[in-house]
């Protein structure tokens, strides 16, 4: 039985590699049923056209502010779970699929019902690239992601671990074709955005630390610290 996938796919000006990651998804073999984009860089398109991207999604949701990953994840749970058993697809916009890949994520599903993320063998730190989970069993059993890791770094642990406390598991299922172009955002920072991103990060280890007493991996705590 197939079932109802919502894409959700955040984006922050990255508007070429974004094209490209959705002309990989429209190119496979299983297109998901609804595909949005959240535009967290308010459509500040300069060398492409919202009319280049006919055909590749369904929905545009422009954002007044940058919701950050954490914030774009709870919006696409909402999303996503306006279905009634949806299932979430997350995607980055600098990975490019391959022709079968959302189809194997969808069939591995079937053997592991009980699991709650399925993700493409991929390189280490790239799990949280492309992932597909039952968006309302996420809600009630994980939770909203911490928006607090604001705008991104450390909310992907943080949701991993709180999994890791409730029994479950990335699957690592075998995909063909995956890409991700590692860190492009990142690659994209110059000069004080470059600085402001560093700090972002050791910011936000900071707050992982102080929330469940040491760094991934090293976690102390089974229930978060909370903050003064």
């Known amino acids: 039985m197939s079932l109802y996938i919502t894409l959700v796919v955040p984006t922050i000006t990255q508007y070429k590699k974004l094209h490209r990651m959705l002309a990989t998804v429209s190119e496979g073999t299983r297109r998901p049923d609804r595909i949005v984009v959240i535009d967290n860089g308010n459509l500040g398109m300069i060398d492409i056209e919202l009319s280049d991207f006919y055909g ?18 709870n919006l696409a749970m909402r999303l996503a779970a306006q279905q009634p058993g949806g299932w979430w697809l997350h995607a980055n916009d600098d990975i490019e699929v391959g022709k079968s890949t959302i189809a194997g994520l969808e069939k591995a599903t079937e053997s592991l019902p009980n699991q709650i993320m399925f993700n493409p063998v991929c390189a280490a730190g790239s799990a949280f690239t492309l992932f597909l989970m039952p968006a309302q069993r996420a809600i009630d059993e994980i939770g909203w992601w911490d928006a607090e890791f604001f705008p991104a770094y450390f909310e992907d642990n943080d ?11 990335h699957v690592d299922v075998p995909c063909d074709g995956y ?32 929330k469940w007493g040491g760094p991934p991996g090293e976690e102390k705590w089974k229930e978060p610290r909370k903050n003064d």
């Open 159 to 169: 949701y991993a671990y709180r999994m890791q406390l409730k029994g479950y598991r």
């Open 56 to 73: 590749l999604y369904d929905e545009w949701d422009v954002q007044p502010k940058n919701l950050g990953v954490a914030g774009s994840c």
């Open 179 to 210: 890409i991700h172009h590692t860190s492009s955002t990142k690659r994209a920072y110059t000069g004080n955005e470059e600085e402001w991103g560093h700090q972002r990060f050791r910011a936000n280890r900071q707050r992982y630390i102080d």
